[in-house]
């Protein structure tokens, strides 16, 4: 059975398409429960920011994204699965009767600065950085999966 999924339209600033892209190949390496794979990793990250609830996205106090010229940053279209999709639109409509009035895609910016501080705290300090141009792996193994290939939907 196929999962349902909804194309989702995002703007993401040129630093934070670069520390996300970072943060999910240092969650790969580094964190048990992370999932193979970009989009997973980022369905992972905004059905975290869901489950803290409006006043705990409040208590965040993630700062607004930096405002720069929109054709300096980059549009991406991710398929998110439906039900993740559904659960971040309550949570923006949850948000905005809290008092705080985001777009989707600032909501996406701030559960993705959210992983990536996390990330980099993790860490130890900043992440490395995946090299302009390099894209990221499709369906890469995780560590800890040797030859019996750890697939994106079971990391």
């Given at each position: 059975?196929?999962?349902?999924?909804?194309?989702?339209?995002?703007?993401?600033?040129?630093?934070?398409?670069?520390?996300?892209?970072?943060?999910?190949?240092?969650?790969?390496?580094?964190?048990?429960?992370?999932?193979?794979?970009?989009?997973?990793?980022?369905?992972?990250v905004l059905d975290a920011h869901v489950a803290r609830g409006a006043q705990g996205r409040a208590a965040?106090?993630?700062?607004?994204?930096?405002?720069?010229?929109?054709?300096?940053?980059?549009?991406?279209?991710?398929?998110?699965?439906?039900?993740?999709?559904?659960?971040?639109?309550?949570?923006?409509?949850?948000?905005?009767?809290?008092?705080?009035?985001?777009?989707?895609?600032?909501?996406?910016?701030?559960?993705?600065?959210?992983?990536?501080?996390?990330?980099?705290?993790?860490?130890?300090?900043?992440?490395?950085?995946?090299?302009?141009?390099?894209?990221?792996?499709?369906?890469?193994?995780?560590?800890?999966?040797?030859?019996?290939?750890?697939?994106?939907?079971?990391a």
């Open positions: 059975m196929s999962e349902t999924r909804v194309a989702t339209g995002a703007w993401w600033d040129p630093q934070t398409w670069q520390r996300a892209r970072a943060a999910y190949v240092y969650d790969l390496d580094h964190h048990p429960d992370a999932p193979a794979g970009f989009i997973q990793w980022l369905h992972w965040l106090a993630v700062p607004a994204r930096v405002v720069i010229a929109a054709d300096v940053g980059l549009n991406r279209n991710h398929p998110l699965r439906e039900e993740t999709r559904a659960a971040m639109e309550q949570a923006i409509i949850d948000d905005r009767q809290a008092g705080r009035m985001m777009s989707r895609s600032a909501w996406i910016h701030e559960a993705v600065v959210v992983a990536i501080d996390d990330a980099e705290r993790r860490a130890g300090g900043e992440l490395t950085p995946v090299p302009d141009g390099q894209r990221l792996p499709n369906q890469p193994v995780k560590r800890g999966c040797g030859l019996v290939a750890c697939s994106p939907s079971t």
